[in-house]
């Protein structure tokens, strides 16, 4: 028989209540500062109409179009990044020059490079390049007709094709760089003794890796891979610095037009919020999961 399962709050100690009634104090602070010191007054009701407010044609509101392109750009970007992350941390890893080198120097510039000059290099010098060079500029720039339910459900108008191709190029390669050196790291921690075991049974090169090595890996992975896809969905707002039409974009072009700067900002960054801790809570079971590979 099952133990009852006890509520979430139930968990929480004498520190985590301190620091929620810290948080609560300074909401509050925040509040009657902003109506006292600065004189701002609040108009929430202004504010929720604004986001609710649907286009001219019924389409949906301009607020929500912009977290759904955040969390479109977050997801193809985890994809992305991910994916070329592993591929630069076994390169990083090789015993052959030719693919060990490239890598390590991709590693090394990028993430010695900030986030904002990196976006705007790329996007001005290499994306206005590399669609044409891919064959891509009569999908992305000319596209003809209307999108599918399918092709505008993952990725979105087709007008902003290009804007999204170049936004999860951007966020992917930075975050791509960083991710190398989790798995790299995460691989290297695994103990000699699990080579040998691996060896001694004869598997092939492959096998070895994928059934005893990487899964064992992944415990020690997936913690620090949460946190930089986390930061991969926060870093996303810099792209609205090149028109891309996420939720920074969006909350920037509302605050900016209404003169609700408070309301509105407070929440975009609860959107920001709420898309961080779903992330953070998938991860939270996937480390449950991986744990089991553990050697104890």
Request: net charge positive; glycine share 8%; proline share 4%.
């Amino acid at each position: 028989m099952q133990a009852p399962k006890v509520p979430a709050w139930k968990k929480l100690n004498t520190l985590d209540f301190i620091l929620l009634a810290i948080i609560a104090t300074f909401v509050a602070w925040l509040g009657y500062r902003s109506s006292v010191g600065i004189h701002y007054q609040w108009n929430w009701s202004r504010a929720f109409e604004l986001i609710f407010t649907s286009g001219k044609a019924g389409e949906l509101p301009y607020f929500f179009q912009g977290l759904i392109a955040t969390l479109r750009l977050s997801l193809w970007g985890i994809l992305f990044a991910g994916t070329l992350g592993l591929v630069l941390g076994l390169a990083r890893r090789s015993s052959i020059t030719l693919l060990r080198l490239p890598a390590q120097a991709y590693i090394q510039l990028v993430r010695n490079i900030p986030p904002l000059v990196f976006v705007f290099i790329f996007y001005f010098f290499v994306s206005s390049q590399l669609v044409p060079a891919l064959g891509l500029a009569d999908t992305l720039r000319h596209h003809q007709g209307e999108a599918n339910a399918l092709q505008a459900f993952l990725f979105g108008p087709a007008a902003l094709w290009e804007n999204l191709f170049s936004g999860v190029l951007c966020v992917g390669l930075i975050s791509a760089s960083y991710i190398a050196e989790i798995v790299r790291s995460g691989i290297d921690n695994i103990a000699k003794g699990q080579w040998e075991a691996a060896n001694s049974l004869g598997l092939s090169s492959w096998d070895r890796f994928r059934y005893v090595i990487f899964p064992q890996a992944l415990a020690g992975i997936v913690p620090p891979l949460a946190g930089q896809f986390i930061s991969l969905v926060k870093d996303s707002s810099i792209i609205s610095l090149i028109s891309i039409q996420e939720l920074t974009f969006v909350g920037s072009e509302i605050a900016n037009s209404s003169g609700l700067i408070f309301e509105i900002w407070l929440l975009v960054g609860a959107g920001y919020l709420i898309l961080c801790l779903g992330l953070s809570l998938l991860f939270s079971r996937l480390e449950k999961r991986s744990q089991r590979h553990t050697v104890r």
